[in-house]
């Protein structure tokens, strides 16, 4: 009995050659697809069409969370809990209120940002189907790779394997499940 099929993974030898298959596997219509590179490679998002990251937004709440729970904090303790006054100062002032608001924006900002990337990244991902194929060492050394998954609706093993071929893919393989 087979195994059941990942995807298929595509070689390419440099960063122009994966751009122009990504634009491609895109044109095509494919959403269920990565591309693996030993570098940066400028505009691949753009090529593989995606979007801007939501991660930011997570930020944008955690930082407005951790302001409005520092100014809250300081009303609170100064202007309900302990109303004492010192020295003909009010109970409350944001001035006085700041520095904690800072501080507390700043550390909510980044639980929300560390928080925000492991959950739309699907983090901790303890195993991945591609670490199991042999293209995998050349793709994190000098090789540039694509892999298409088989839960994509545009999937077709042969069709697949023929867009990778005509996009310049060498090394065509079945990844297994």
Known sequence: MAA???GVIATFDTASDIYHAAQKVRDA???????????PVHGLDGAMGVKRSKVPRFSLIGGLIGFTTGMSMIFFTGAVD???IVG???????????PVSYE??????????IGGMFLLNGLPMHYHPVL???????????KFLIVIEARDPKFDLAA????????????????EA
Do not use: N, Q
């Open 88 to 98: 003909g100062k009010p109970l409350f002032s944001p001035m006085f209120a700041f």
């Open 82 to 84: 302990y109303k004492l």
């Open 132 to 142: 199991k194929t042999d293209h995998i060492h050349r793709g994190l050394d000098d």
């Open 4 to 6: 059941p099929s990942h």
């Open 29 to 39: 219509g494919f959403k269920f697809w990565d591309c693996i590179t030993p570098c």
């Open 160 to 175: 697949t394997k023929a867009l990778l071929e005509s996009a310049g893919g060498k090394d065509i393989a079945e990844v």
């Open 104 to 113: 507390l924006t700043i550390l909510f900002t980044a639980f929300a940002t």
